[in-house]
């Protein structure tokens, strides 16, 4: 059965790939599993039919047959578990590749969100210009300890897996800011994430819905 997504119908990102259906889109294409999209507006998010697949209101959800899930960390390890090819057949590896998909949510992406939420919706506060350096500094702590224990390697623990994937998606989201260049490694970990071709084939599929919005 092919699952279905839904997606932003007009993404706010205007086709960066930054919005959480990217990294679910990425995950089926390096599966190699054709998926559907239902695409959503964001009135219709808050309505009963969206809702009960996602009781908060947002993207992505998947639906496959009689399974509906939300949060696109458990959907794209939903993707990763059913699915080769994200996941090591090793089991202590498969467990550190998951680690690293929590380590990517919980613990390098919060100050990256609290640094987006600063810049777009805070400029005009008066404590933007104290606050944003020091929401920057806890960023470049986290971006310090990941670039230490990458090193030289091509990917976070032997190779690519759904962590990587999680991970270059966070990591994405600096590219404006100038931080991430402070870390040539990292930078060229992320350049490696976007060179997959998964990654190319999930990134112009959602770049021509943004394309198509953009031209109505």
Same mark, same amino acid.
């Given at each position: ?6 997606? #932003?119908e ?12 990217m990294? %679910? ?10 998926y559907?999209?239902? &695409?959503?507006? #964001? ?7 969206h809702l009960a ?5 947002s993207?992505?959800?998947?639906e ?8 696109s960390g458990?959907i794209?390890?939903?993707i990763? %578990?059913?699915?080769?090819?994200l996941l ?5 590896? *498969? ?6 998909? #929590? ?8 100050p990256? &969100?609290e ?7 805070e400029?005009?506060a ?6 944003l350096? &020091? ?11 990941l ?5 030289d390697?091509?990917? &976070?623990?032997g ?9 270059v ?6 590219q404006?800011?100038?931080?991430l ?12 994430g976007?060179? *997959? ?18 031209n109505n």
């Amino acid at each position: 059965m092919i699952p279905t997504i839904t997606a #932003f119908e007009r993404s706010p990102d205007g086709g960066r790939g930054l919005a959480r259906d990217m990294q %679910v889109r990425w995950a089926l294409e390096e599966a190699g599993q054709p998926y559907d999209v239902r &695409l959503v507006s #964001f009135a219709a998010m808050k309505q009963p039919a969206h809702l009960a697949r996602n009781p908060f209101g947002s993207i992505p959800t998947y639906e496959e047959g009689d399974l509906a899930l939300f949060e696109s960390g458990a959907i794209v390890l939903h993707i990763a %578990v059913r699915y080769a090819g994200l996941l090591p057949d090793d089991a202590n590896a *498969r467990a550190r590749a998951v680690a690293w998909m #929590f380590a990517a949510y919980s613990t390098v992406e919060p100050p990256i &969100l609290e640094r987006a939420t600063a810049v777009i919706l805070e400029r005009d506060a008066p404590w933007h210009d104290e606050r944003l350096p &020091l929401v920057d500094d806890r960023i470049r702590k986290r971006l310090g300890e990941l670039s230490r224990h990458l090193g030289d390697s091509d990917w &976070l623990d032997g190779d690519f897996s759904a962590g990587d994937l999680v991970m270059v998606g966070v990591l994405r989201r600096l590219q404006r800011s100038g931080l991430l260049n402070e870390f040539p490694n990292l930078a060229a970990y992320v350049a490696r994430g976007e060179a *997959r071709p998964a990654f190319k084939r999930a990134f112009d599929a959602q770049l021509a819905v943004a394309l198509a919005a953009s031209n109505n």
